[in-house]
């Protein structure tokens, strides 16, 4: 059974770097037609997806956080990351890694809540 | 890229069916089927219940059922049981200038 865990700081200071990965396990990330997601919802509030990325390394952004998130993958570890550059107190949620298909979010993560606060 | 529109509340007897609206435009919901909805309830991680527009994954109840026409897609819940209470998401493939993924705004669903 295929399962994600998200792991990284709990805390970011505001203007910094907020770096998640999340660790695939029970399957291959490099699995033909598998999409790699991050999901986040701030506190009392709804869901946002963030990026994609494949195992071929083809990434997808929400446009208007194309500019300040990197999403990348390392399939010798069957794993993926996530950078968020620049954050403030709007990007403090729970943060979820999500498998894809055909743009619908099959297997998720537990979540890891990341608070950007001085 | 603003969220797809859903009513923010929804209710219904157990029993009873009700339908939550997920509104889109022709670049998300009116263009493709990749149209899914998730259940979530507080604490949890969202549960995927209904993909490219209608299919039910395996485990999920055909209690739960979806559909779209033209921008609009629905979730339909029927035999309402109190297990069924939660927030509902909506989301959809999206293209302007590339292709992500957009969710919509969430429908607490209350069985009264």
């Known amino acids: 059974q295929l399962q994600l865990q998200e792991s990284g700081p709990g805390l970011v200071k505001p203007s910094e770097t907020l770096s998640l990965t999340c660790t695939v396990s029970g399957g291959s990330i490099s699995s033909v037609g598998s999409h790699w997601a991050w999901v986040r919802q701030p506190p009392g509030k709804g869901l946002e997806w963030i990026a994609s990325v494949y195992y071929s390394g083809t990434t997808y952004y929400k446009p208007s956080l194309k500019s300040r998130v990197t999403i990348s993958i390392d399939t010798s570890k069957n794993q993926y990351s996530l950078k968020v550059r620049s954050v403030t107190a709007a990007d403090t949620a729970v943060y979820y890694c999500t498998r894809e298909e055909a743009s619908t979010s099959f297997d998720w993560g537990q979540g890891t809540l990341v608070t950007v606060s001085s | 890229q603003s969220a797809l529109t859903q009513p923010p509340s929804a209710s219904g007897s157990p029993g009873q069916s009700v339908t939550i609206s997920c509104t889109g435009t022709g670049s998300d919901v009116g263009g493709y089927i990749y149209v899914s909805w998730y259940q979530q309830h507080p604490g949890k991680a969202p549960k995927l219940m209904i993909y490219d527009v209608s299919k039910r994954p395996s485990g999920i109840p055909d209690r739960f059922s979806g559909s779209k026409s033209g921008n609009t897609a629905s979730l339909t819940v029927s035999g309402l049981q109190a297990e069924d209470e939660a927030d509902y998401y909506c989301?959809?493939?999206?293209?302007?200038?590339?292709?992500?993924?957009?969710f919509g705004g969430g429908t607490k669903l209350t069985v009264l």
């Open positions: 989301s959809s493939h999206a293209v302007t200038n590339s292709a992500y993924v957009i």
